[in-house]
């Protein structure tokens, strides 16, 4: 497996190949990972996000399997990095976060078929697919705001080669307590099966994300909380949560709810309003 990572020092943002824990700049001099801005390891023209592929979230909502999978878009501008700020705003209160790992398409992609799938494939890496849930409500079917407001997607840190994803332990961990913890095992349908899948219609370019979808136990997190997404062999996403100054314009549009419908996804369906 090889290791790449995007960087960006005094400005300038360049891929990487990791080795030991640092790697070479184009001025010849040497750093280490962790001394460095992380961007996301890939510039995607699309990231594409599937519902509910994981047997145990499944369970834990009370949904029957559906006969194939469902997506939603996620917005490429709310892309983030490793150990970058996720912002909640002021008058928000359901933001979740969602532990997974991401396929990233290697070259362009259309028309394929599951068995051909590893073919197109980059690599992987680790996302946590923020939700605001508080725009469920009007945004159910879409996830416009609840998955693409800005910050709300990081990716990272790095874009693994030759990377199996079967039998891998994923977990999720604020300040140090784990939250989920689950084995790629459990997928109801593999990244190839997904990519395949999307490209009958779709077609993908290099650097484009295909995220995998979570496990059970995604639950609102507080401002000032450091949360960690951890995929065997693919290393960990880190980030920290902060609160807003601002809040979402009041005046114009649909404003953050706290339904029973909001509710029930953002506390898993087990919950009980105030």
């Known amino acids: 497996m090889t290791e790449f ?18 790697f070479t700049w184009i001025d ?21 996000c599937v519902h509910l592929n994981y047997r145990s979230r499944l369970d834990e909502l009370k949904r029957q399997q559906p006969p194939a999978p469902t997506y939603f878009w996620k917005s490429v501008s709310c892309l983030n990095g490793h150990r970058g700020t996720v912002v909640r705003p002021a008058n928000c209160r359901f933001l979740n976060y969602e532990g997974e790992f991401v396929l990233v398409v290697g070259r362009t992609t259309r028309n394929i078929t599951p068995e051909q799938a590893p073919d197109y494939i980059a690599g992987y890496t680790i996302a946590n697919d923020f939700g605001l849930h508080d725009f469920r409500d009007t945004d159910e079917n879409s996830m416009v705001r609840v998955k693409g407001s800005d910050t709300l997607g990081p990716v990272g840190p790095a874009l693994v080669t030759d990377w199996d994803f079967r039998n ?11 939250v989920q913890d689950a084995n790629t095992n459990d997928l109801l349908w593999d990244p190839h099966y997904l990519l395949a899948d999307l490209a009958r219609t779709i077609t993908f370019e290099p650097g484009d994300m295909i995220m ?15 949360i960690v ?22 005046g114009f549009g649909a404003q953050p709810s706290d339904s ?8 898993g369906g087990d ?3 105030a």
């Open 168 to 178: 891998k332990r994923l977990r999720t961990l604020i300040d140090g307590r784990v």
């Open 229 to 250: 997404v951890e995929v065997e062999g693919l290393g960990a996403l880190e980030n920290r949560i902060v609160a807003a100054e601002i809040a979402v314009p009041s």
């Open 271 to 273: 919950f009980r309003k």
């Open 5 to 22: 990572r995007r960087v960006q020092i005094d400005g300038v943002a360049r891929s990487v190949t990791v080795e030991n824990g640092a």
């Open 28 to 48: 010849g001099s040497r750093h280490k990972v962790d001394d460095v801005v992380h961007l996301p390891p890939a510039i995607p023209t699309k990231v594409i």
């Open 260 to 267: 029973d419908g909001v509710q029930s996804i953002a506390l």
């Open 212 to 226: 995998t979808g979570t496990p059970a136990n995604s639950r609102p997190i507080e401002p000032g909380s450091t």
